[in-house]
């Protein structure tokens, strides 16, 4: 059974930086495309950033310039580091494939405030 276990959120300052992670269980993790999505309270999980088995990111224009999107083979792990910190970007983080066809994990909170 696949499973998404992120991690590495936690209650922030603003202007900070942290790099969020996701093990992925899965067989040719290497082949496939690989996002990070946050979801608000009441509302329906946003795609933010993706990138592709080769390796090119790609990220919604609302985070451009502060999230970078990583992955290592290897480890079946992606990455999201996120700096400069808002209080906006306060939200449960989750990975999935871009078109999210494997079932979510818990998430990662990440809260941000003085």
């Known amino acids: 059974q696949v499973q998404l276990a992120e991690s590495g959120g936690g209650l922030v300052q603003p202007g900070d930086s942290l790099t969020l992670s996701c093990v992925a269980s899965?067989?040719?993790?290497?082949?496939?495309?690989w996002s990070w999505f946050r979801q608000y309270p009441g509302k329906q999980r946003e795609l933010v950033a993706t990138i592709s088995s080769n390796g090119s990111p790609t990220y919604r224009d609302s985070v451009k310039g502060r999230f970078a999107i990583s992955r290592d083979n290897p480890k079946t792990t992606v990455y999201l580091q996120i700096h400069s910190l808002k209080p906006e970007d306060t939200a449960v983080y989750y990975c999935?494939?871009?078109?999210?066809?494997?079932?979510w994990g818990q998430g990662t909170q990440v809260t941000v405030s003085s």
């Open positions: 999935n494939t871009p078109t999210a066809v494997l079932s």
């Open positions: 899965i067989d040719m993790f290497r082949f496939r495309n």
